[in-house]
C-alpha cells in the first residue's frame, strides 16, 4: 500500500522555527518532495531529497531518513508571508514514476 | 513565456453533462499529471501520462477519461459518471519521469 501522513495544522510565531514531519510508506520509493500551497493557488516546489540528509536552500531546509521512511521541512525565520499549506510528496516507481501526495498541514504564522 | 495553461479557470455544469479541461504546455516535458484537490486536503493522483500516445490510471480514474494526441496538450474529460465532479483540477508536468511537478493555475469546476 502507501501512505504519507503529515500533521494537519501548525501554528508559529512570526521570527520563529518550525519543523514540519512526514513519515511516509510506499513501495518503489524514489525521492521526497515538500511543495508550498497557498489558499486557491496551486503548489510550488520547496525542495527534494532522494538521498538520507539534510538539504538546505535559504530559511528551507528539508530532511530525509530512507530506513525510517521519514522526512521534515524545517522553516526559519518565520514570516507572515509563510503560512500556507505544506505538502509532503512521495515519487514511486512501480511500472511508471508517479508523485503521490500527503494531504498537507496548514501553517498559520502569527505575529 | 514558457509555462503551463489551463483552461478554463472557473466552470460550472449540470449534473449529467461531460466536461472537458485543457491543458497546454510549452516546457517541452515529457510527462503529464492530472490531480483533483478537494477542500482542506492534497492532490490525488487521477491519470498520467509519460509519453505520447501512453496514459496511465492513477488512484482515481473512475468517470475520468484522458488523451495524449501531442507533447503539449493532455486534456481531462470529466463524465458523468464521476459521481462527485466538484473540485480543485491540477495539470502538471515534468521534464524527468522522477524530477519536480510544475502546476498550472487549476481550474475550479463546480456542479450544480
Known amino acids: 500500500g502507501q501512505n504519507i501522513d503529515q500533521p494537519t495544522e501548525m501554528t508559529a510565531t512570526e521570527g520563529a522555527i518550525v519543523q514540519i514531519n512526514c513519515t511516509y510508506q510506499?513501495?518503489?520509493?524514489?525521492?521526497l518532495f515538500w511543495y508550498q500551497q497557498h489558499a486557491g493557488e496551486a503548489p510550488t516546489f520547496l525542495s527534494y531529497?532522494?538521498?538520507?540528509g539534510l538539504e538546505e536552500k535559504g530559511r528551507f531546509s528539508s530532511f530525509l531518513s530512507r530506513s525510517k521512511g521519514y522526512s521534515y521541512l524545517l522553516l526559519k525565520e518565520l514570516q507572515m508571508k509563510d503560512s500556507a499549506s505544506y505538502l509532503c510528496?512521495?515519487?514511486?516507481?512501480?511500472?511508471?514514476?508517479?508523485?503521490?501526495f500527503g494531504a498537507g498541514t496548514r501553517l498559520f504564522v502569527k505575529a | 513565456d514558457g509555462g503551463i495553461t489551463q483552461s478554463p479557470k472557473y466552470l460550472f455544469r449540470k449534473e449529467g453533462q461531460n466536461v472537458t479541461l485543457s491543458c497546454e504546455q510549452n516546457?517541452?516535458?515529457?510527462?503529464m499529471y492530472w490531480y483533483r484537490q478537494d477542500p482542506g486536503q492534497g492532490l490525488r493522483l487521477i491519470y498520467y501520462?509519460?509519453?505520447?500516445?501512453?496514459?496511465q490510471k492513477g488512484d482515481i480514474a473512475e468517470g475520468y477519461s484522458v488523451s495524449r494526441e501531442k507533447k503539449e496538450s493532455f486534456p481531462l474529460t470529466v463524465t458523468s459518471a464521476q459521481k462527485n465532479p466538484t473540485a480543485f483540477y491540477l495539470c502538471?508536468?515534468?521534464?524527468?519521469?522522477?524530477?519536480?511537478?510544475?502546476f498550472g493555475e487549476g481550474s475550479r469546476l463546480t456542479v450544480l
Open positions: 510528496a512521495a515519487t514511486r516507481n512501480t511500472g511508471g514514476f508517479k508523485t503521490i
Open positions: 510506499t513501495s518503489g520509493f524514489n525521492g
Open positions: 531529497n532522494v538521498l538520507d
Open positions: 516546457l517541452n516535458h515529457d510527462a
Open positions: 501520462s509519460q509519453i505520447v500516445n501512453d496514459f
Open positions: 502538471a508536468t515534468a521534464s524527468g519521469f522522477a524530477g519536480e511537478l510544475f
